[in-house]
């Protein structure tokens, strides 16, 4: 009778244990996805500053040229080259918290309006440029934010 | 012996368990405050920023200067309609705003504060592109006017 008495213990011990080891599982992936979550989030706050950044200076310059020039005069700019022509391409870094820099790759689309005939520049006054500005996280290849802007520039 | 020994394998396997529980309380905790941190740092870091590029680019008819007043830098978004404007300083860590009359001196005791920092610069980078500079980050602004 005892001896019945000690393995329905043990075998509610064991039960008992395998109930706490799902919980404890369950917990954990619970708490890494919040975690999960908490990152991306301030990922896509990063990504809408550095958009922000971008569309801001972009809009200050007169030409690609001149939006080149100033991103290069940025120093959360690491680097930049032309993008197919129309654009340009910036790796750029953001520092997080102490010690932290996360890095981000922005693509900058600059398409000017062009006239009727394929001539650039719609009058003799102005020009209206529309701009694409997507920010990709580190070496991921989907976009984490994506920003459509557009003004006018005085015809140079 | 053997109920010696059975004894110490249940005293042994409850001690086991809670500390099993006792590391999955701390460990749930400590998440929890990164995550609550992060979300902070989401919320706070560029409130200041924010606000004053959010007042910069308000009224498209301000004209935006910076001004030099005993050695601290003034950030006024003049309104000429009213010859009154909005003035932006950093005084005591703390980056303040006042609302005055144009070309009188700043009444920095009536200012109000917008939030805090251990660092507040502002910069022309051209004519029409404004740096603000704070130890949390900067932000760039266009000017439409100059």
């Known amino acids: 009778m005892k001896r019945e008495r ?6 509610e011990l064991l039960l ?8 404890i599982v369950v917990i954990t992936q619970t708490f890494m996805k919040s975690r999960g979550q908490s990152l991306y989030a301030r990922h896509l706050t990063e990504a809408v500053t550095l958009a922000e950044e971008v569309a801001e ?3 200050s310059a007169a030409d690609l040229t001149e939006a080149a020039d100033r991103f290069d005069a940025m120093e959360q700019v690491q680097e930049i080259s032309s993008l197919s022509g129309e654009g340009l391409d910036l790796v750029m870094e953001f520092a997080a918290e102490s010690g932290v820099h996360d890095r981000y790759r922005v693509e900058l ?5 062009k006239a009727a005939d394929g001539s650039a520049g719609a009058s ?18 989907v976009p984490i934010y994506t920003l459509d802007s557009g003004d006018f520039k005085e015809q140079a | 012996m053997k109920k010696i020994f059975g004894d110490i394998i249940s005293t042994i396997t409850v001690a086991v368990l809670f500390f ?21 740092a989401n919320g706070n870091t560029r409130a200041v920023l924010s606000y004053i590029i959010t ?69 022309l980078k051209a004519d029409n592109l404004l740096q603000i500079t704070t130890d949390l980050g900067s932000s760039y602004v266009h000017l439409n006017r100059g």
């Open chain 2, 20 to 40: 099993a529980i006792l590391m999955l309380v701390v460990f749930s905790a400590v998440s929890y405050q990164r995550s609550v941190k992060i979300s902070d």
């Open chain 1, 57 to 59: 200076v972009s809009a």
């Open chain 2, 55 to 123: 007042a910069v680019k308000a009224d498209e008819a301000s004209r935006v200067t910076i001004q030099d007043t005993d050695g601290m830098q003034v950030l006024v978004i003049e309104n000429e309609s009213t010859g009154y404007g909005q003035q932006i300083f950093y005084r005591d860590g703390k980056v303040q705003e006042n609302y005055g009359r144009l070309g009188e001196p700043v009444a920095v005791d009536d200012a109000l504060v917008i939030g805090e920092a251990d660092l507040f610069r502002l910069d």
């Open chain 1, 109 to 113: 689309d600059w398409l000017e309006e």
């Open chain 1, 6 to 11: 000690n393995i329905a213990f043990i075998v």
């Open chain 1, 16 to 23: 008992l244990f395998v109930i706490l080891l799902f919980v």
């Open chain 1, 124 to 141: 003799a006054g102005s020009r209206f440029v529309t701009k694409q500005i997507r920010v990709y996280f580190a070496e991921e290849t």
